[in-house]
């Protein structure tokens, strides 16, 4: 599968932004869709994830601020990013994530291309 994210961009503090992944296939074949974050030098770090069944998760730092969502029909996952911080400034990219009998039951991980958001103070 290819994921295609889009919807980065420049933003004050205090902004919004929505990122949009684009899946290449169904994204219900995957046991969760996610956006990350990476820092240079340091391992991806997760935002949000939201299973086949709609549940969601989120990193402490952007609870009450973000919201992931899902349109299975489009096979895409957003990401709404409210009240931006300068510290929300990162390379984001979107994750499908399965793991099941083709796996061997282990994390079977697709990246998307990465999309720039950048808050300015």
């Known amino acids: 599968v290819q994921l295609q994210a889009s919807g980065g961009g420049l933003v004050q503090a205090g902004g919004s932004l929505q990122l949009s992944c684009v899946a290449s296939?169904?994204?219900?074949?995957?046991?969760?869709m996610g956006w990350y974050t990476q820092a240079p030098g340091k391992q991806r770090e997760l935002v949000a994830t939201?299973?086949?069944?709609?549940?969601?998760n989120y990193a402490d730092s952007v609870k009450g601020r973000f919201i992931i969502s899902r349109d299975n029909a489009k096979n895409t996952v957003y990401l709404q990013m409210n009240s931006l911080k300068p510290e929300d400034t990162a390379v984001y990219y979107c994750?499908?994530?399965?793991?099941?009998?083709?796996?061997?039951?282990?994390?079977?991980?697709?990246w998307g291309q990465g999309t720039q958001v950048t808050v300015s103070s």
């Open positions: 994750n499908a994530r399965y793991k099941g009998y083709y796996s061997g039951y282990r994390n079977l991980d697709y």
């Open positions: 939201i299973t086949s069944g709609s549940g969601t």
């Open positions: 296939g169904s994204i219900l074949d995957f046991n969760a």
